[in-house]
């Protein structure tokens, strides 16, 4: 019988779902930050903030989604394999 893997409390699903709304937010807002800065009264001058956003959460949505992939394919061929 193989021990059931645990994972710490950072990285359960639950928390994975929570973190991945909250970059999906964070990407929003990122965008409406940009639209922002592009009709200012500087346009141009302030961009890298919202960009700098967008691709910190694009990060950790990218992350996370290949670390949830990666531990569905190894969870389905733990329990393909039979005794």
Same mark, same amino acid.
């Given at each position: 019988?193989?021990?059931?893997r645990s +994972? $710490?409390?950072y990285d359960s699903e639950a928390a994975c779902l929570v973190l991945?709304?909250?970059?999906?937010?964070?990407?929003?807002?990122g965008?409406?930050?940009?639209?922002?800065?592009?009709?200012?009264? +500087? $346009?141009g001058h302030c961009k890298w903030v919202p960009v700098w956003v967008m691709a910190a959460s694009a990060f950790v949505i990218v992350s996370i989604?290949?670390?949830r992939i990666?531990?569905?394919f190894k969870r389905?061929?733990?329990s393909s394999i039979r005794p």
């Open positions: 019988m193989h021990p059931k +994972y $710490p409390s991945l709304v909250a970059m999906v937010v964070c990407f929003w807002f965008t409406v930050g940009y639209r922002v800065a592009e009709g200012g009264p +500087y $346009p989604t290949v670390r990666q531990r569905y389905r061929k733990s």
